[in-house]
Structure formats: C-alpha cells, structure tokens
C-alpha cells in the first residue's frame, strides 16, 4: 500500500441535462491538473439531480462511460462519479469508478431520494462496494445514503468513505455535520464532493465540498460557491497511528444489516 494517496476533489457547476456541456466544462478543469491519484466528481456529473431519466441516460458502453474510460488513461489517474444508467430496462443512478487500465467498478445508490421521488425512477441498489486501489480500501456512496450510518458502518476497516452528491444549500447544515461525523465514527478518511449553482428546478447548491480526517479534522480549503478543484493528501501513516493508539474500532457492535 502506498502511504500516500492524492486526491483531486473537483467542485463543479452542471449545466441542466446537458452531458455534452457537462463533459466539456469537466474535461477543461481535469486538464489543469499536474499528476495525481483519484479524481472525484458530483452526482450526476452529466445532468445534475434530474428525474428525467430517459432524456440522459446512457449505457454502460455509452459516450459517457468510455470518455471517464479515455480521460484516466490520458491523466493515468482514476475517476469516480455517477450518471444515469440504464440498464435491463431500469434506470439507476450509478456510481463508476474508473481507473486508468480500463477497469471500471460500480455502485448504484441504495438510498433513494424518496422526497424527490427518485425511488419512482430509479431502481436502489442492493450492494455496498469496497474496492482495492493503489492498496487503498475504498468505500464510495451517493448523496442520501449519507444520512445513514449503518449502511457505512465500518466493518470492513476500510480507509476512505467518499460520497458524491447534488446536496442542496437549504440543508448543507447537515451535510458538513454528517461528513465530519462518518469519518469520526468509522476511523476513516471522508471525503464529499457536492456541486455548485442552480439545477433546472431552481434548487441552489453551494458545494461545502470537503475531506476530513479520522479525527474529523478537515484538511481542506474548499471555499462555497465556486467552481473550484483541490487536491488534498491522505496518509496511511495516519490512520494506522490512530487505529492502533486509540482502538475504537475493536469495540464495534456485532450485527447484521438486512437488505
């Protein structure tokens, strides 16, 4: 495992159902950036938080998919985000992570936004995915299931919980609550990736994008309101100190999640 892992958190605002923009706009900020490990972009990076399924929604060999595919090997980095996919005849609101050999792993939102009526449109996943990368264990979700500790309790002893959302400024209050909180209480990194500006239903988003620590200690400068990437480092060095110093994970509870 490297100790180190550099982590481009990409604050962005999305033009309203519009991949094509989406992917441009995105493209010319990744292309600023010198070498680094993971990129991580919003939820629904290609439309915004849209209930309009069939008007964006693509294949998992769609334009979208194989420009995430060409843009890792271009920048040999890997990169996270979700889109709209349909697939068997259902829609879902995907998670890919993408890395630079092509290899592309997925997790489709368990919590739907039900007050939105995204459970009438999108099917929920049933899986959580930890996945290996560079020897880091990884542990990506959506949006809403950030308000659901169980489903992110770590018992996998995971080393990054990354949420990617479209969280609205009405309620970032709890947002920035929530995302110090999950990497307190899992001992792990926690990174947020929330975009910026107004959607197609006037919601405003102010990003509050931010990567805390397992101590909650956020290590970030992410200022609200603007299109902006920052790269931010994470140690294994740390969290192996405060696992084995501290040893709050050996006193989890023992239970089973139900599907």
């Known amino acids: 495992m490297s100790n180190a892992l550099t982590v481009a958190i990409v604050q962005t605002d999305l033009v309203w159902e519009n991949p094509e923009a989406n992917r441009n706009n995105i493209e010319n900020q990744v292309n600023t950036l010198e070498r680094v490990d993971l ?13 309009n399924a069939a008007s ?20 040999d980095t890997a990169i996270v985000g979700s889109l709209v996919i349909q697939e068997n005849d259902r829609y879902y609101n995907r998670l890919v992570f993408v890395e630079p050999s092509g290899k592309i ?23 959580k995915m930890i996945l290996d990368y560079k020897g880091w264990k990884i542990c990506p979700m959506i949006c809403y299931d950030l308000r659901f500790p169980v489903w992110a309790r770590n018992t996998e002893d995971y080393d990054l919980l990354l949420y990617v959302a479209n969280w609205p400024k ?10 110090k909180a999950r990497a307190i209480e899992n001992m792990s990194y926690c990174i947020g ?30 200022p609200e309101n603007e299109e902006t990437i920052e790269i931010v480092t994470l140690e294994n060095s740390h969290i192996k100190k405060y696992r084995e110093r501290l040893g709050f994970l050996k006193d989890r509870d023992i239970f089973n999640l139900e599907a």
């Not at 990129?39 to 209930?51: D, H």
């Not at 964006?56 to 920048?75: F, H, Q």
């Open 39 to 51: 990129i991580i972009l919003p939820e629904m990076f290609t439309s915004g938080f849209t209930m």
């Open 56 to 75: 964006v929604s693509e294949t998992m060999d769609g334009i979208s998919i194989n420009w995430l595919k060409t843009l890792s090997k271009k920048k």
């Open 105 to 127: 792993t997925h997790y489709d939102k368990r919590h739907t936004f039900t007050l939105a009526g995204e459970h009438k449109v999108y099917t929920a996943g049933t899986e």
């Open 170 to 179: 009405v309620r970032v209050n709890a947002w920035d609550t929530l995302l």
């Open 193 to 222: 990736v929330n975009r910026v500006g107004l959607d197609g239903n006037a919601y405003e988003y102010s990003g509050h994008s931010g990567a805390y620590d397992v101590l909650g200690h956020r290590l970030d400068t992410i």
